[in-house]
């Protein structure tokens, strides 16, 4: 794809936090992102989740339904989408050919995200989606989808110590950096649970917005307990309803406001949320005749969630772990997460768990040498490097196969593969 090649050259494919250029793109192209009903997503983990259950609900409620996410599985074309349905190639070029073309003539020297932040906005503004749901890509205050000046919700889920180099070193520093997609007048949804409730609720207050909280929905055999009745529910795990909360308290200040004219109804809730589909979070399928699990954990927190799920549906059973992350994060915390160091140490216990790391094709990809460098003795004991997780799963030797880490790596190891 000409458009590939152009997002992934040296000169765009880098991060470069701020306003200015994305601002003045979006002018050249007569800012298509005004005028649009926009529900706003920050957070650390639990944006795409968020934004897949808001995608359900409204597309079932008939609304026609954009939404922006990152990063992609298996093409670029995935951030963008209608009705669930994502950009063609054929558009995906076109409107990303004429961005590359005001870019040149201009010398803004737009960065990759930068290009696909107005890539959404042009496409949704041609599609004249009813509600767009657009998700943060780091942060929030600097991020180049901070350009909407009246959401009708902005969304935090979970924060976590993530991308620390860039947005601080405490929850209240990136709490802080996250609350920057408030905007006057217009609410803020934050889970009462946040670890960074205290902060983003202060900085509500002083960007004027309006604040709403709420507490996280119960989880429980597959199904969420709603207004005091069992729904059944997509997606595994009960972080999930951290999520799920969020979703349904944007849904209530929709319907409340009158912005989309016409209420999404709890029937249509009901109807929308066993159909909610997030790939490789927490999923379950069978691969080369073995039992997997498939998770996008990237950081501590979400190597947390896995952790806690595998020790409530897998205890007691032998884990092979096959994982691979960028170099730029705390694999070392991740690995805390998901393996007792205090097990491994004791000699006379036998873990039932293994690690296998694989050095996945990506530029920033973390390699085996510096992997095993940093490895507390416990774990490097049950390390060892793999060339092909695919055979690897084959092989067995195990009653869990769980693929986890990098979203890079997942969408390598399973572009062609389809549960």
């Known amino acids: 794809m000409r458009a590939e090649e152009f997002l992934t050259s040296s000169e765009k494919f880098h991060i470069e936090l701020g306003l200015r250029r994305i601002l003045r793109i979006l002018e050249l192209l007569d800012n298509p992102q005004n005028g649009m009903n926009i529900i706003h ?4 983990n639990g944006k795409g989740s968020t934004c897949a259950i808001l995608e359900e609900i409204f597309v079932q409620a008939g609304f026609k339904t954009g939404k922006f996410t990152s990063p992609h599985l298996f093409s670029y074309t995935e951030r963008i989408a209608v009705n669930k349905r994502p950009i063609s190639d054929t558009e995906f070029n076109d409107i990303i050919e004429k961005i590359a073309l005001f870019d040149k003539e201009y010398g803004i020297k737009l960065t990759e995200f930068e290009i696909l932040t107005a890539a959404g906005f042009l496409y949704f503004r041609e599609k004249h989606c009813d509600i767009v749901l657009l998700e943060v890509g780091l942060g929030g205050r ?11 919700a902005s969304i935090i889920t979970s924060i976590s110590l993530e991308h620390k180099e860039r947005l601080g070193d405490t929850i209240e520093k990136i709490a802080y950096e996250k609350a920057g997609i408030f905007k006057k007048a217009c609410p803020a949804i934050v889970l009462k649970q946040n670890k960074g409730y205290e902060t983003l609720k202060n900085e509500a207050v002083k960007k004027e917005a309006i604040f709403y909280d709420t507490e996280t929905v119960d989880i429980k055999n597959g199904c969420a307990c709603i207004n005091g009745e069992a729904v059944e529910f997509g997606l595994c795990g009960r972080h999930q309803g951290e999520n799920l909360a969020l979703a349904l308290k944007a849904v209530d200040i929709v319907n409340k406001n009158g912005t989309l004219n ?4 709890f029937e249509t809730v009901k109807k929308a949320l066993p159909r909610v589909k997030w790939r490789f979070r927490l999923e379950s399928f069978e691969y080369s005749g073995s039992k997997i699990l498939v998770d996008a954990c990237h950081n501590p927190d979400g190597a947390r969630v896995l952790a806690e799920y595998l020790n409530e549906n897998h205890k007691g059973q032998r884990i092979k772990f096959i994982f691979g992350c960028l170099k730029n994060k705390d694999y070392k915390a991740v690995l805390g997460q998901l393996f007792n160091l205090d097990e491994l140490s004791n000699k006379r216990q036998k ?19 510096e992997f095993a460098a940093e490895l507390p003795v416990e774990i490097k004991n049950i390390t060892r490097k793999t060339e092909d997780p695919k055979k690897e799963i084959a092989r067995g030797g195990a009653d869990l196969t769980v693929v986890c880490g990098s979203i890079y790596m997942l969408g390598e190891l399973f572009k062609d593969f389809e549960p």
């Open 41 to 44: 997503i920050a957070g650390s």
């Open 142 to 152: 600097l991020d180049s989808t901070n350009v909407i000046e009246k959401p009708i």
């Open 262 to 265: 016409r209420n999404v109804g």
């Open 351 to 369: 873990t039932d768990r293994e690690l296998c790391f694989y050095e996945f094709n990506y530029p920033n990809a973390l390699k085996y040498r």
